[in-house]
C-alpha cells in the first residue's frame, strides 16, 4: 500500500537546473510577496480542490480561483461518482461530501417500434455510485482545500496567462490583478482558456466531442424513491440521441436526465435542430413520461465534453487535470473521478518539482503520468470505454441499438472490451490482441472485487463526517 | 412536460465575452446551427453573438468554427450563467 504523501517525504537526490532560478519558497518563507504563490489552481470544480487541498496538505502556498460566486454553480454534470474509484485511499474522503442519494442498482431500456427490454443489473453488495448535485458538492470540496490551508478567491476569472521568456509563470483574473505562481494547474473544464492559451487545447468537434443537455425534475423525495428508488437509469429509443446513451440519474428529490450527441454533421437532421428535440423525444417515451408525470423542470443546463485524450497535458510550470487535460473516459462520459485523481497528482508532481527545482515540461509529465499510469481504475476504464467508443461509433445508430442488448454498463462493457480484442486476436491469428485481452482480464481483478467491503468503508468515512 | 430551457444567470455585467472575427466569418452558419440558446444571428453576409445575454458558456460555437472567426473569451468573475444543481 501507498504512504500518505508518497512524493514530497522521500529523500532524493535534488536534480538542479542552472536555467531555472527560482529558490525554493515555502509557505512560511517570507521571501514570497503577497501575488506569490507555489502553485495557483485555476478552476474549483473536481480536479481543482482535489489540487489545491493536496498541494496545501504538502506545506505549499496555494491559491485556488474560481470564476462562479459559488463552486459548482457554473457546472453541468450527471452527477454520479464511481465508488470504484472512491475505495482509492486517495479519494475516501471524499466519501464525506453532501450526498443526495445512494446508488445500487442500474436498469437499461432497449426501446424499439416493437418491444421494449428492460435490464436490471444489481452488480454486487457494495454501493455502485454517489449521487451529488455539483453546486452543493464542489462548494463542499473547495472549504475542504480552505481548511487544509489553500487561499480561495471565488467570483475570480482568469482571463489570460502571464508568459516570461515563453515560461508560463503566473495569471491575469478579469479585474486585472496578477498571481504568480512556481507551477500552475489548469483544472478550468473543457475549454479552458489557460489550455487554449498555452496551446495544448485546440478546437474539437466531430466523434471527439459531444454536446450535452440536462434537464433537472423535482418530483418530491418520495415520489422519486417510488419511481426511481437508489436506481441509475439508461435509456436506448428512436431519436433520442446520438451516438450517446440517455440517462436519468435520481438525487434526493429531483432527477436528472441527459441527453446529446458528437458534434458531426448528423447531430441535427430532419426533426432534430437542437439537442433540446432530442431531450423532447426522450421524455415523450411513455416509460419515461410516466415517470415523470406531475413532475416540474426545475432547472435546464448545458455543456460541453470532449472525450479524447489531449496530446500533451504539460509545459514547463503547467499540467493539465481533469476535463482540461481531457480526461474523461470516452464513450461512458465519465469523468469525475478522472478529474479527482488528476488533480492530486498534478499537485504531487507539483510539489516534486518544487522540491527538485526543475519545472520542465518533462519533469512535471514523468511525475503526473507515473501516477496516472500505475491507477489501475483510470487504465482499465479508458481501455474499455476506448473499445467500446470504436465499435460504436462505426455502427449506424439501428445497429448500435442491438449491440446494446449484449453489453451492459459496468459487467457488460467490460467482457465486451476483452471480447473484441480477444476475438479480433483469433480471428487475425495475432497472439498479442490476444494477451492484451488476458492482460487486461487480470489488471481488472481488483476492480471487480469492489463490493461489501466498500459499504464498509463508506460508513467509516460517513461517521467521521 | 415539455424542455423547459429554465436557467439562471448572475446579476453584473459579463462583458463582451464572445465576439465575432469579421474578416474571418464567411457566414457558414456552423455557429447558429449548433448554439442551442439563439445566441448568434445573421447580419448581413456574417453571423453576429447578438444574444449574448441568453449564452449558456458551453463553447459549441467556438469548437464548431472551421474559420476560426469565433473569438471565445471568459465572462467576469461571478457573472454568467449558473446552473441550479450543477
Ligand atoms: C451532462 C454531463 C454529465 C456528466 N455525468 C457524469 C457523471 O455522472 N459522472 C462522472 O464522473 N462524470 C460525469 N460527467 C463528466 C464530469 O462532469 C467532468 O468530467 C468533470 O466535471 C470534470 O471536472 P473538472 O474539474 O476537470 O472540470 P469542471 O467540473 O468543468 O470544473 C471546471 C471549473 O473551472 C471553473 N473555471 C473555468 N474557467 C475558469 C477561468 N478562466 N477562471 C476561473 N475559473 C474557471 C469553472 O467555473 C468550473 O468550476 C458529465 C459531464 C456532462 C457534461
Known amino acids: ?465 | 412536460m415539455k424542455v423547459d430551457m429554465k436557467v439562471d444567470y448572475y446579476p453584473g455585467d459579463t462583458g463582451e465575452f464572445i465576439k465575432v472575427d469579421e474578416e474571418k466569418c464567411t457566414g457558414c452558419g456552423d455557429c447558429a446551427k449548433f448554439c442551442t440558446r439563439n445566441v448568434w444571428v445573421k447580419d448581413g453576409e456574417i453571423y453576429r453573438p447578438k444574444n449574448l445575454k441568453d449564452c449558456a458558456e458551453c463553447g459549441a460555437c467556438w469548437n464548431i468554427c472551421d474559420f476560426d472567426a469565433v473569438i471565445f473569451g471568459e465572462p467576469k468573475g461571478g457573472t454568467g450563467v449558473r446552473f441550479e444543481f450543477g
Not at chain 1, 408525470?293 to 510550470?317: I, Q
Open chain 1, 1 to 465: 500500500m501507498r504512504t500518505k504523501f508518497p512524493t514530497i517525504r522521500r529523500n532524493e537526490k535534488r536534480k538542479t537546473q542552472p536555467s531555472q532560478n527560482i529558490t525554493n519558497n515555502k509557505k512560511d518563507d517570507l521571501s514570497m510577496g503577497n501575488s506569490e504563490y507555489d502553485i495557483i489552481v485555476v478552476g474549483a470544480g473536481c480536479a481543482g480542490p482535489a489540487a489545491a487541498k493536496k498541494a496545501a496538505e504538502l506545506g505549499l502556498k496555494v491559491l485556488l480561483l474560481e470564476k462562479s460566486q459559488k463552486p459548482g454553480e457554473k457546472n453541468v454534470s450527471g452527477t454520479c461518482l464511481n465508488m470504484a474509484a472512491l475505495v482509492d485511499p486517495d479519494l475516501q474522503y471524499l466519501m464525506k461530501g453532501p450526498i443526495e442519494r445512494e446508488i445500487t442498482e442500474m436498469h437499461t431500456y432497449m426501446i424499439t417500434p416493437e418491444r421494449t427490454t428492460m435490464m436490471r443489473e444489481t452488480p454486487s453488495e457494495g454501493l455502485i455510485l454517489l449521487s451529488v448535485r455539483r453546486d452543493e458538492y464542489d462548494a463542499w470540496h473547495t472549504e475542504e482545500a480552505k481548511k487544509a490551508g489553500a487561499e480561495v478567491k471565488l467570483s475570480t476569472t482568469v482571463m489570460d496567462i502571464i508568459e516570461e521568456n515563453g515560461t508560463i509563470t503566473g495569471v491575469v483574473t478579469d479585474s486585472g490583478e496578477k498571481y504568480f505562481g512556481k507551477v500552475i494547474i489548469d483544472a478550468a473544464g473543457v475549454n479552458s482558456i489557460i489550455g487554449r492559451k498555452a496551446g495544448l487545447i485546440p478546437k474539437r468537434k466531430g466523434d471527439k466531442m459531444i454536446l450535452y443537455t440536462i434537464l433537472n425534475v423535482w418530483l418530491g423525495e418520495e415520489v422519486v424513491n417510488e419511481r426511481f428508488g437508489n436506481s441509475i437509469y439508461y435509456f436506448l429509443g428512436p431519436n433520442t440521441q446520438h451516438k450517446t446513451w440517455p440517462w436519468i440519474f435520481p438525487k434526493k428529490d429531483v432527477v436528472t436526465i441527459g441527453t446529446g450527441g458528437y458534434m458531426d454533421d448528423d447531430l441535427f437532421k430532419g426533426d432534430i435542430k437542437s439537442v433540446n428535440d432530442y431531450m423532447q423525444n426522450l421524455i415523450d417515451l411513455p416509460i419515461i413520461k410516466e415517470k415523470l408525470e406531475g413532475g416540474k423542470v426545475e432547472a435546464w443546463g448545458l455543456h460541453l465534453e470532449f472525450d479524447e485524450e489531449v496530446e500533451k497535458r504539460t509545459k514547463d510550470r503547467l499540467i493539465l487535470t481533469g476535463e482540461a487535460g481531457g480526461f474523461v473516459i470516452p464513450f461512458l462520459g465519465e469523468g469525475m473521478p478522472e478529474a479527482l485523481f488528476t488533480g492530486i497528482y498534478a499537485a504531487e508532481a507539483a510539489a516534486k518539482a518544487i522540491e527538485a527545482n526543475d519545472f520542465s515540461a518533462e519533469f512535471l509529465e514523468e511525475h503526473f503520468m507515473s501516477r496516472i499510469n500505475e491507477n489501475v481504475f483510470m487504465q482499465s476504464f479508458r481501455y474499455i470505454a476506448d473499445l467500446n467508443k470504436k465499435s460504436i461509433m462505426s455502427m449506424p445508430d439501428q445497429e448500435i441499438a442491438a449491440m446494446m442488448q449484449n453489453v451492459v454498463i459496468g459487467g457488460g462493457f467490460i467482457s465486451n472490451a476483452i471480447h473484441t480484442s480477444w476475438m479480433k486476436g483469433a480471428e487475425e491469428d495475432d497472439m498479442g490482441l490476444v494477451q492484451d485481452a488476458k492482460d487486461f482480464y487480470d489488471l481488472i481483478q481488483p476492480y471487480r472485487q469492489v463490493g461489501s467491503e466498500s459499504v464498509e468503508i463508506y460508513k467509516k468515512m460517513r461517521a467521521e463526517k
